[in-house]
């Protein structure tokens, strides 16, 4: 059998604060793509980044005592998903499709496209 090498890689990037939420549509896009894909085509790979705290400490009475504070916490959790892809038409079709589907959450997100060429 003939050693296929890959010709385009998309690497996508959601964070957001509720980790119920990524991981569910992380999981879909996976499954949605591999309904359409064969593993010989598209290649996907998911990624779990560390999380992100951001605590803020906020004095309750800032002139009469000090040493009542409050802190609050932000949490933010991220996932990356890398797809190889072995044709243009699947790239093309596989970009727009994240690109409509992410348009429409309040994800963030940061898709980005390389072109993967070959020693001679």
Known sequence: MKNKSFK????????????SLIDKLINSLISILNSFFDEEK????????PLKKNIITVLKSPHVSK???EQF?????SFGLSIKILEINDFKFIYYFLMNSLKKTN???NLKSKVLYERK
């Not at 690497?11 to 957001?16: D, I, T, W």
């Not at 916490?73 to 959790?77: E, G, Q």
Request: hydrophobic content about 40%; proline content about 0%.
């Open 107 to 109: 994800f963030k997100f």
């Open 42 to 49: 598209v290649v996907l790979s998911k990624i779990t980044f």
């Open 73 to 77: 916490k932000k949490s933010i959790y």
């Open 67 to 69: 040493k009542s504070r």
């Open 8 to 19: 385009y890689q998309l690497f996508l990037k959601l964070s957001y604060y509720d980790f």
